[in-house]
């Protein structure tokens, strides 16, 4: 997704209408860049894009600890080679408080383990097989278990599916970076 060019091109505030505008703004300041293009492109479906934001937003914010739903994201984004969600997750993992050496663990893994918790191991081990599989094993979910309640396992399920999914629509849609190297 380095193509500067998107398949939609970012909609202003007629297109984005009044509230997604201001939306879309107020996120572009809050990540000091000059557009969230993510924002931008989904805000042509008005209703739907606050719907969904609404969505995503209560799935970061929900029973998961904030620095779990953080590396499952992580994780999603490094498999599915998704640069826009890897740019804007990495600081919010580490204001949750992965640090930079577990975030390296994280998309090393399974080679690189050792900084990682066992419950951090299970989550990366089920993000991993939902992402690749779209299911989990009785052993995967077990392992999960363990450390999850039955809440927060639903909850890592929808987790991981939303970001999965968003990671394609971006990759589909060509959004381009808001903060471009």
Known sequence: MSSSQGRIPPGRFRQLGPINWVVAKLAARQVRAPEMHLFTTLGHRQLLFWTWAIYSGRLMRGRLPTIDSELVILRVGHLRSCEYE???????????????????????WPDDS?????????????????????????????????????????????????????AATMSALKIPLDNPR
């Open 86 to 108: 890897l740019q804007h997750h990495r600081r919010m993992a580490r204001k949750a408080g992965l640090d930079t050496d577990t975030q390296a663990a994280i998309f090393a």
């Open 114 to 166: 050792g900084k990682l918790s066992p419950r951090q191991r299970a989550l990366l081990a089920a993000t991993d097989e939902f992402v690749k599989d779209r299911t989990l094993t009785d052993a995967t979910w077990r392992q999960l278990a363990d450390h999850l309640d039955r809440r927060q396992l639903i909850e890592f399920c929808l987790l991981a599916s939303q970001y999965d999914g968003l």
